[in-house]
C-alpha cells in the first residue's frame, strides 16, 4: 500500500526566504506526482504535476522536482511572500489500484512580513 | 483543465439530517472522485463515481452513509446521511484531466 509522507509538518519562515517542502512515497510505481496548495477551509488548487519521465517542472517561483527511484520530491519556494501562507499537499497517482490519488498529510507554511 | 463549480461551498446542519452537495464540470469526464478531509487531516477518497454505473466505495464507506449520482458526464452529487457531528469535515470533489486532478472548491460541513 502506497504511503505518502511530507516533512516538515509545519514551517513559518520569515519573508524573502527560500524554502523547500519534502515528499516521500514507499510505491515508486507511480504515474506522476502533483504539489497542491490549499488555503484554510477552502479546495485544492494545482501548482505543479510532474510526469514519472520527467525530473522537474517549473511555475514561476516554484520548483518540483521528482526523484521516483529514491521515491522523493521537493517543491522549492523562492523568495517567499505572505501570500503563500498555505498547506501544501503532494499526492502521487498510482499506476495500479485505479489510478488512485494517495495525499501526504500537508505542509503547513506561515510566511511572517 | 476543467473547471468545477462545487455547492454549497460551507453548511451547518443538524445531526440526524442530510445534506446534498453538487458537483458540475465545464467538460465531459468520464470518472467523478469524492473525498473527504476530516480537521487537521488529509484526503481520503470517498468513492469513485462512473456515469451509467453504481459509485465504487473504499473500504469504510458505504453507500447508505453517502450515496451518489452521476446522471451524465458533467455533474455528480454525494450525500451525507443522517449525519453526526463526526461527519463535521470538508468535503472535494475531483476530475482527471490531462494527467493530473482538478478540485472543486471544496464544502465545508459542519453538524451541530
Known amino acids: 500500500k502506497q504511503e505518502v509522507t511530507q516533512i516538515p509538518a509545519a514551517l513559518s519562515v520569515p519573508e524573502g526566504e527560500n524554502l523547500v517542502l519534502n515528499c516521500s512515497f514507499t510505491?515508486?510505481?507511480?504515474?506522476?506526482l502533483q504539489w497542491f496548495r490549499q488555503d484554510p477551509g477552502k479546495g485544492l488548487t494545482s501548482l505543479l504535476l510532474?510526469?514519472?519521465?520527467?525530473r522537474e517542472q517549473t511555475s514561476g517561483r516554484l520548483n518540483a522536482s521528482l526523484d521516483k527511484s529514491s521515491g522523493r520530491s521537493t517543491l522549492y519556494i523562492a523568495a517567499s511572500q505572505p501570500g503563500d501562507s498555505a498547506t501544501y499537499l503532494c499526492?502521487?497517482?498510482?499506476?495500479?489500484?485505479?489510478?488512485?490519488?494517495?495525499f501526504g498529510g500537508g505542509t503547513r507554511l506561515m510566511v511572517k512580513p | 483543465s476543467a473547471v468545477i463549480s462545487q455547492k454549497p461551498s460551507r453548511d451547518i446542519c443538524q445531526r440526524g439530517t442530510s445534506l446534498t452537495i453538487q458537483c458540475q464540470v465545464d467538460?465531459?469526464?468520464?470518472?467523478m472522485f469524492w473525498y473527504r478531509q476530516q480537521p487537521g487531516q488529509s484526503l481520503t477518497l470517498i468513492a469513485t463515481?462512473?456515469?451509467?454505473?453504481?459509485?465504487?466505495?473504499e473500504s469504510g464507506f458505504v453507500i447508505d452513509k453517502f450515496p451518489i449520482s452521476r446522471p451524465n458526464l458533467t455533474f455528480s452529487t454525494l450525500t451525507v446521511s443522517n449525519m453526526s457531528p463526526e461527519d463535521s469535515s470538508i468535503y472535494l470533489c475531483?476530475?482527471?484531466?490531462?494527467?493530473?486532478?482538478?478540485f472543486g472548491s471544496g464544502t465545508r460541513l459542519t453538524v451541530v
Open positions: 463515481a462512473n456515469q451509467g454505473s453504481e459509485a465504487t466505495y
Open positions: 475531483s476530475v482527471a484531466t490531462g494527467g493530473g486532478y482538478t
Open positions: 499526492a502521487v497517482r498510482q499506476v495500479t489500484a485505479g489510478n488512485m490519488l494517495t
Open positions: 510532474i510526469q514519472s519521465s520527467q
Open positions: 467538460s465531459q469526464v468520464t470518472m
Open positions: 510505491d515508486s510505481a507511480i504515474y506522476n
